[in-house]
């Protein structure tokens, strides 16, 4: 199979937010993934036949997406005013397909959260998924070490399972590798309350050498999180690359 470029996938990209701007139904169709899911900024899900995802930034003229290729994976993160995009694209044959529209508003009203905990079995010890081969057990593994570290404050063991492009977007934080980590220093010298929300479900899609994760979480007091992962394998350790968070905004606020 030829090597795929960033230019690539950049040009797949820009068709589908010029068919979505157009609202060109069957153009944009022609470039989704059969497993697409569009969620938008209230956390609402929609598949490849549950309508016609928005442009929110319509056919952002002017902006700069930032790009990344991880083999037959790729993301592309976009935003403008507070509210921030991301795009997962995988290969199949050849051809790029989206399979991840993954929108972040920080303009929604503040979501009412109680306090963390100090220690929680779900995700750092348990998860409602079973790995289906070697590559996403490891994955899942490194991946519950990041959380275990988020509960025990330990940046430099997080920092370990973390690639260094790092980012991840919620509703009142968009960090990068360092900013989290100092968060984690921060948290560890207060001795916060920092367990990571419970995972409800997952699905995962494996390639070679990068794994999409889409999940939901149940923080420990607010409204259910929808979430989008990619996490990339770099000399044998999988490491977590994005992480894109949305609040449902129709769940109800629950204490566990």
Not at 113 to 132: A, E, F, S
Not at 160 to 167: G, I, K, T, Y
Request: net charge neutral.
């Amino acid at each position: 199979m030829v090597q795929s470029t960033e230019a690539d996938v950049l040009r797949a990209d820009h068709a589908l937010v010029a068919a979505l701007a157009a609202g060109d139904r069957d153009a944009a169709a022609a470039l989704l993934d059969d497993h697409f899911n569009w969620i938008d900024s209230a956390g609402r899900v929609r598949g490849k036949r549950g309508g016609l995802p928005s442009a929110p930034l319509g056919d952002e003229s002017g902006l700069l997406p930032a790009v990344r290729l991880y083999g037959n994976v790729a993301t592309v993160a976009v935003d403008q005013d507070n509210l921030f995009v991301l795009r997962i694209w995988v290969r199949h044959s050849g051809l790029w397909r989206a399979l991840v529209l993954h929108e972040v508003s920080q303009k929604n009203p503040a979501v009412p959260h109680g306090p963390g905990r100090k220690d929680w079995d779900n995700p750092c010890r348990t998860i409602p998924y079973v790995p289906r081969n070697v590559d996403e057990r490891d994955c899942l593994a490194s991946w519950q070490a990041l959380e275990t570290a988020v509960m025990t404050h330990d940046p430099d063991e997080w920092a370990r399972h973390v690639a260094d492009e790092f980012l991840v977007v919620g509703a009142a934080r968009r960090h990068s590798k360092a900013d989290r980590k100092a968060v984690l220093v921060e948290q560890q010298r207060t001795n916060a309350n920092s367990a990571p929300a419970p995972l409800t479900w997952a699905e995962l899609f494996d390639f070679p050498d990068a794994i999409v994760m889409r999940g939901e979480h149940q923080p420990f007091h607010g409204r259910a999180n929808r979430v989008s992962r990619v996490f990339v394998k770099r000399e044998g350790q999988w490491l977590m690359a994005v992480s894109f968070q949305t609040t449902r905004q129709d769940a109800d606020v629950k204490t566990i």
